[in-house]
């Protein structure tokens, strides 16, 4: 057919419904309203749609009360009313139209138009549910899976979720998937989970995509499968979904199942972290802190840390304290770094409780406190946090294997004068020097002597790195505390000589006390 045709045709149909439509036919009335509200034939007007509904709806025809509702519920084409879309669609409702009853139900649930009433919204959905209507069923099964007017009954919950699902209605697939995870209503099922979970995956849903891809990227019901996984989250997260921009972000970042690319990671960390994933603003933080596919920067560092911090983000926690501890991106403030660094320890991040213990230990935006020192030293080194295990952990990297062997040289070597000019520089930190340091020392042998012998500056304790070879150069040091990695690894965290004897004095207090009940006993009483 021509477009000539089409046209001419188009007209025919308007000028039909409108001849009828004026002549009181309640049918004519509501189909020329929907031309109007497509505009099909005629120029879109949803007022005049609007009218034409209510004339229709008025000679009690229901699809026409029920759409007349949901234009005063929505706004379109009249003043937003919602007690005028209750009045329409309880009309159309008590004539047994279905989508009516549903929508009466969710004002009762909302308490829009009408006094809120989880019972009533029940009753409503109910009526539309045994007509089949697969949102109502799945409004249902929400009802039972939260007690909403009903007693919690995950039984039933899954019975009116599996009767919308089987209709293809993809958030009742999902909540499906999600209860046999579970185990809530039915034994536990992965393979069934991952079985609904597809279903709502290839619909379109990027929640579901995401979730179908952490199955496969963690093995949950089904064989690991990285590039799988890479799929679903790719497809996630091209439809913004935030979760899926993480996980995609971080499989970039370390190479698991995709050739490793820092700039894509960092361009997805930031997609989530807009969307305000703490974990991935944790992350940037990392990332703008080392340099890593970015240009290294301690104020963004912080900024990001702080925005995960307050989300409660533990390891953000740590690290901007740690930041307010150095004077690093931030201006330095010792009560805003014990501050920060306390809200992670008493959430169990080991760091942080090993980094508060050294605060206490030397009396930096806290008392000074040995005893209380002691107790989270304690609390650190049983999460496996302490000195020894980051010179282990460490020791793979060559370039920090020649630092620690530095270190270890600048503490035998370097004189008393220039101790003391570097605790002056870094107010409150131990002064370097006094004393052999066994553990760096211990790395140093293994590494072998053929490392060069390197004099130091008398400031602050930096390497010379023009006198060692381009291989062996190591990672500049930051002062201060330690800080957490990315969640993938990809960033390795120096050792700090100056937390050697802050170290050494919790162990010694660790020593003298006669066991961890005594120490909590102690800083109870105080």
């Not at 809120?116 to 899976?145: N, P, T, V």
């Not at 849903?205 to 949950?220: M, N, P, S, T």
Request: charged letters at 20%.
């Amino acid at each position: 057919m021509s477009r000539e045709n089409a046209a001419r045709g188009g007209d025919d149909t308007y000028q039909w419904y409108f001849r009828a439509a004026q002549r009181g036919d309640p049918y004519a009335q509501f189909n020329l309203a929907q031309l109007y509200l497509r505009g099909a034939g005629v120029e879109r007007d949803d007022a005049r749609a609007a009218m034409w509904l209510t004339r229709a709806a008025s000679r009690g025809l229901a699809y026409a009360q029920n759409h007349l509702g949901a234009m005063y519920y929505g706004g379109r084409g009249v003043a937003p009313d919602d007690v005028q879309a209750a009045r329409w669609f309880r009309c159309a409702a008590a004539q047994g139209d279905r989508s009516a009853q549903h929508n009466l139900g969710l004002l009762y649930r909302k308490g829009r138009g009408v006094r809120q009433s989880h019972k009533a919204a029940i009753g409503w959905f109910y009526r539309a549910a045994e007509q089949g209507m697969a949102r109502a069923q799945a409004q249902l099964g929400d009802c039972y899976l939260h007690g909403h007017g009903v007693n919690v009954s995950h039984p039933l919950a899954m019975a009116w979720f599996r009767k919308a699902a089987l209709q293809g209605h993809v958030q009742a697939q999902i909540q499906l998937a999600h209860m046999y995870q579970r185990g809530h209503g039915v034994a536990a099922s992965p393979a069934q989970a991952l079985y609904w979970l597809r279903h709502a995956a290839a619909a379109g849903d990027a929640v579901a995509q995401c979730r179908l891809g952490v199955a496969y990227a963690d093995g949950r019901g089904v064989e690991v499968d990285l590039p799988y996984a890479l799929h679903w989250f790719e497809r996630a997260a091209r439809q913004g979904e935030r979760e899926a921009e993480y996980r995609l972000a971080r499989m970039l970042a370390s190479g698991r199942g995709v050739r490793r690319d820092l700039a894509r990671a960092f361009d997805y960390y930031s997609r989530a972290a807009e969307q305000g994933v703490a974990r991935a603003q944790f992350a940037l933080g990392v990332m703008h802190a080392r340099g890593v596919a970015v240009a290294c920067d301690p104020v963004l560092a912080a900024h990001w840390y702080r925005r995960a911090a307050q989300q409660g983000d533990a390891g953000a926690q740590n690290n901007l304290g740690a930041m307010y501890a150095r004077g690093e991106g931030v201006e330095r403030d010792d009560v805003l770094a014990a501050h920060w660094i306390e809200l992670a320890a008493r959430q169990g991040n080991a760091l942080a409780q090993y980094n508060f213990g050294a605060m206490y230990a030397l009396g930096r935006g806290v008392a000074r406190d040995p005893v209380r020192a002691g107790m989270w030293g304690w609390l650190a080194a049983r999460a496996g946090v302490t000195k020894d295990t980051w010179l282990r952990a460490h020791a793979r990297h060559k370039a920090q294997q020649a630092e620690r062997v530095m270190v270890a040289a600048q503490t035998e070597g370097v004189g008393a004068a220039a101790g003391e000019h570097a605790a002056k520089a870094i107010p409150g930190v131990p002064t370097p020097g006094r004393g052999p340091a066994p553990q760096a020392q211990a790395v140093g042998q293994a590494a072998g002597p053929s490392v060069p012998a390197v004099r130091f500056s008398a400031t602050i304790p930096e390497l010379r790195q023009a006198t060692l070879p381009a291989a062996a150069r190591p990672v500049p040091v930051r002062r201060g505390f330690l800080t957490d990695a990315a969640a993938n690894d990809y960033i390795a965290v120096p050792v700090n000589r100056e937390r050697t004897r802050a170290t050494s004095l919790m162990a010694r207090w660790l020593v003298g006390m006669t066991g961890p009940r005594c120490l909590l006993r102690r800083a109870r009483m105080e």
